[in-house]
């Protein structure tokens, strides 16, 4: 039989977790990625070789048909993941890398993206100096959001509803993974809070679905409130007022009038732009590329761009 002339576009899918995301099957296979394989329980260890398999059955011209996307849960995991496997190329036989754990990546990255458009649009500024204040900010979303807004400028607080400790904890390990300055601090009680908001420029929820984090009487003890944003699609609200649509909205109840909201679909929408567009960069740039939270930042930003005033 003759040889093919085309080999088909393969991607190859590490977790940590014992499932593949099926959210991330399906934007692969809508990039345009032909054979999808999951590969679960994939710890750091077991990387390399992974790797090394996929690059050399292929040869030079099936290298460039090929990919990587790394998922799982963790975030810290997935960076190192990423390195991994990159430092188990073997040029020419290399190939392109995406990871985006639990979406954590992608969805902070169209957070950040937002918040930043509306701060200039509605305020005229941007992250830097602001108090930014990360409400479930302990979990994989918020601490990608946190070390974003902090290499902007920002003044970041990590919040836990657990404890002060579990905050200090996630607030300490960024830091150092990082080189950036955030602290942590404590939101269990409303007075604690409602101390937090007191001083809050910017606040963003990113605790677990359908948790309300902020309601409608916490509010009004964010008195500098400039924006307020939502990741939470499930019911309730995870910020009471936002809507899942708002983008850019005023913000009802809040105590300054020029408040805005910005809602999880507004930003799923970017999100899933900016995850699709990685996984195409991966399949057409033509040549290999590794995308982390820094290249989902940079595409959520060109997205944003693009969406005009």
Do not use: W
């Amino acid at each position: 039989m003759p040889e093919a002339t085309e080999r088909p576009y393969v991607l190859h899918m590490f977790t940590s977790t014992p499932q593949m995301s099926p959210f991330d099957v399906n934007m692969a296979a809508d990039a345009g990625y032909q054979i999808l394989v999951p590969y679960c329980g994939v710890d750091e260890d077991k990387v390399v070789q992974l790797t090394q398999d996929a690059i050399f059955s292929r040869g030079p011209k099936g290298v460039s048909r090929t990919g990587i996307f790394i998922g799982g849960r963790d975030v810290m995991q997935a960076a190192d993941m990423l390195e991994r496997a990159r430092n188990a190329m073997v040029p020419p036989f290399e190939v392109s890398v995406f990871t985006d754990p639990s979406g954590a990546y992608t969805t902070a990255a169209a957070l950040v993206a937002l918040a930043e458009k509306h701060l200039k649009k509605a305020h005229n500024v941007d992250f830097g100096g602001k108090r930014v204040l990360i409400l479930g900010g302990t979990g994989a979303v918020g601490r990608v959001a946190a070390a974003m807004v902090a290499s902007l400028g920002a003044v970041v607080s990590v919040a836990s509803h657990s404890s002060h400790s579990r905050a200090t904890q996630v607030s300490d390990e960024i830091n150092r993974r990082f080189d950036i300055a955030t602290s942590g601090v404590a939101t269990g009680t409303p007075e604690q809070l409602h101390r937090e908001l007191a001083h809050a420029e910017v606040v963003f929820a990113t605790a677990v679905a359908g948790a309300q984090v902020m309601s409608t009487a916490d509010l009004a003890h964010a008195k500098h409130l400039l924006i307020a944003a939502d990741v939470n699609a499930v019911p309730p609200e995870g910020i009471a007022g936002v809507n899942v649509m708002d983008d850019g909205k005023p913000l009802a109840g809040a105590a300054r009038a020029d408040a805005i909201g910005i809602g999880a679909l507004a930003i799923g929408n970017v999100k899933y732009q900016t995850e699709h567009r990685l996984f195409v960069r991966m399949r057409t740039g033509g040549k290999p590329v590794y995308l982390g939270f820094p290249e989902a930042f940079d595409e959520a930003r060109a997205i944003v761009a693009g969406q005009g005033a």
